[in-house]
């Protein structure tokens, strides 16, 4: 059995969270394969907000696993909170969520490093959620971290202290100051860890490849979005990890020839959280009302996104990367009321019209090409099928189909998980 991809095809925040709960009910196993808790994926059913940060987006249903696989890194505070947030809902979280022994560890100096390291940059920071993600990344590559897999050791504590002396000895060079009590940080994170290790630890690559050849199904759940793909994205303003369709086989340790579907989300408009380029970004009142209407606030940081028009230069390459085979048109309702609407379809390039994603997109570089289209008026929210849809919209969509050579199957109409068009 195919294991399915769902990614995000901009800078993240395009709903991936609530797509994961809609596909559920066709899968067995749902695996996060890259990030930590910088990732918020937003899910609304029954009156109910939930953001999730580590947990994947299928810890609802009840016949679905969820993996926490070996490229994700875990800061065991944020997840034992994050499990107490679901409490209430009388899951049993033990039996549903499974974690990879590989999976890397954020430890509190992995917080301070992070902090001191963006505090250091002054103007140049590059927006980082603060959440360590990035240090842990480095000790991973850099062959000094701590994993999942080491809490089974009797030395564990030590390994712990180890890796805490030499992150302390790296915040001294830095020329930030840093208020810590380290003896509460170490506290709270001991006692997050007794939490963690009640948990189920498997070897996950064993584990999803015995799950292949039994014919299960499975959806890998990708985090952020690949133009923050840390080779692929706008560096050095990107993420630590490869938000990619190639990051779930690394992160998942499965081949690439047992992929099957790569379900690519994006939003009817683009929005970007933090620093970098974003070319079609606005600072009219057209940006301020997506903005508005789309409650355009970060799920993890809750700082304020930024907006612009669709970029189809962007999505392009992000199709192109992924080997998108479907597509997944989020917030269409937030540009309902819009009397013209605008797609980026080319950039104009240091002089030169282009219609590929070059390697640089600053503002000094890059300048983007426009088509217009008719907007609609009706409000799409209530409706139920796409045969409901304003003549406005469907061209929009037919559209993008045509330029992407990809179908969009699901259409969202709002934050609801019933409020989705499959076509």
Known sequence: MAV?????????????????????????LISRFQGGPNAGHTLIFDGHKHVLHTIPSGIFHDDALNIIGNGVVIDP???KKELENLDKFNLDLNAKILI????????????????????????AK????????????MDKTGRNGMRVGDLELSNWEEIFDILTQKHLKMLDFFDVALEYNLAELKAEFFTAVARLKEMTFIDSEEYLHQAIKSNQTILAEGAQGSLLDVDFGTYPFVTS?????AGACTGLGIAPNTIGEVYGIFKAYTTRVGSGPFPTELFDADGERMAKVGHEFGATTGRPRRCGWLDLVALKYACQVNGV????????????GFETLKICTAYEYKGEVIEHFPYNIEPENVKPIYKEFKGWKEDIT??????EFPKELSEYIAFIEKETETKISIVSVGPDRKQTIVR
């Open 382 to 387: 209530e409706i139920s099928s796409e045969a």
């Open 126 to 137: 590059i927006g980082s959620t603060l959440k360590g993600i990035g240090p842990t990344y």
């Open 100 to 123: 990879s022994r590989k999976a890397h560890l954020i430890l509190p100096t992995h917080r301070l490093l992070d902090a001191a390291s963006e505090a250091s940059k002054g103007k």
């Open 4 to 28: 399915d991809l769902l990614l995000g095809l901009q800078w993240g925040d395009e709903g991936k969270g609530k797509i994961v709960d809609v596909l559920t009910k066709n899968y067995n």
């Open 325 to 336: 085979t479907q597509l997944n048109m989020m917030k269409g309702d937030v540009l309902s």
């Open 77 to 79: 505070v944020i997840f």
């Open 241 to 245: 990890s490869n938000t990619t369709a």
